[in-house]
Structures are given as structure tokens and as C-alpha cells.
């Protein structure tokens, strides 16, 4: 958003330079512009960054979308692409791009509370890159730990629906 404020500020005062106008107060543009995304319902957007340092200058591209107390960031910088994000609930962010889970090419998302005061829990999914079936889950809550793995899922398949009727010799239980 820093990023995003500069860009926006110099394009205004570069645009007010060169038709000659007269430029409103640094101060007011500023106000204006925490206006403009404080009263936004939501907003999506992209920003390009170049870092320039002594040991070289590295280029990023970051995607971004907030609405409300949900948000999402999708940052790909030097083939590689990370994303983080939150839907109010819980906040998760991808630990790598890509990873290999059981010969299967998976993204590998960590998932962390967005609560504060529950942070000793936490889970890692792997996802698989061609169909995003959830192919394994790990999760702990800093004492337990729990390893979930679904090595055959499918989707839209026929069940007959004799499958959800209970036995002829069932016991009933109230």
C-alpha cells in the first residue's frame, strides 16, 4: 500500500507539473488519497517493485485484493510465486511455490489462525498443482500432532443410493 500511495502521489504532482495547474497541498493530497482506500468497499490492483541493492536489483510483480477483513496477495518475483491471505478466520500463506508430494507436483499452503490469542495452532496442506485435490494435511496445536492423507479422491462419482440406507439388522438407538 506504501508503494501503491508514492506511485499514486507522483503520478498526481508529475501530471499537475506538466499541465501547468495548480497542485493541492501535499498534506491534502495525502488526506485524499487515505480517503479514497479507507471509504473503498474493496480493493484489487497490481504493483510492480524493483529493489535495486550493492548485490543486484530483483523485480516483483504483486497482485493484490482486500475486502472488508479478507485479503489476498499473490507475489511472483524471480520464478517464484508466493501467496498469503486471510478471509477474516484464518490467515494462510504458501510456504514454497511448488513442491513434489508423493510423486505428485503440490502447492504447499500453511494455514495460522488470524486470531492472535490462538497461536500455537497451525496446519499445512498440500494441494495438487493439476486438479487442487487436497492430497495430505498436517496440523498441531503446539502439543498434538495430526497427519491426514488422501492418496484417492473423486469428484462427481455415482453413488447408489442404497450406500446412505441403514442395515436391515440395525439396532436402533435413542
Known amino acids: 500500500a506504501g508503494v501503491l500511495l508514492v506511485a499514486v ?3 498526481v504532482v508529475g501530471a499537475s ?6 497542485s493541492p497541498s501535499g498534506r491534502t493530497l495525502l488526506n485524499d488519497t487515505h480517503d479514497q482506500y479507507a471509504t473503498a468497499t474493496s480493493v484489487v490492483g497490481t504493483a510492480n517493485v524493483t529493489v535495486r541493492r550493492p548485490a543486484g536489483t530483483r523485480t516483483g510483480t504483486i497482485r493484490y485484493a482486500v475486502k472488508g477483513n479478507a485479503s489476498r496477495v499473490v507475489v511472483r ?10 478471509n477474516g478466520t484464518a490467515g494462510w500463506y504458501t510456504e514454497q511455490g ?10 504447499v499452503v500453511r494455514i ?17 498443482t493439476d486438479s487442487h485435490r487436497l492430497l495430505r494435511v498436517n496440523a498441531t496445536d503446539g502439543t498434538n500432532a ?17 450406500t446412505f440406507q441403514p442395515p436391515s439388522d440395525r439396532r436402533v438407538v435413542t
Open 146 to 162: 495430526t497427519v491426514v492423507s488422501f492418496p484417492t479422491t473423486r469428484f462427481d462419482a455415482s453413488i447408489d443410493p442404497s
Open 17 to 22: 507539473a506538466v499541465t501547468g495547474s495548480t
Open 9 to 11: 502521489t507522483a503520478s
Open 98 to 107: 511448488r513442491t513434489t508430494l508423493d510423486g505428485r507436483d503440490a502447492y
Open 77 to 86: 518475483s524471480n520464478g517464484s510465486t508466493y501467496r498469503a491471505g486471510t
Open 112 to 128: 495460522t489462525p488470524a486470531d492472535a490469542t490462538a497461536q500455537s495452532g497451525r496446519a499445512t496442506a498440500w494441494i495438487a
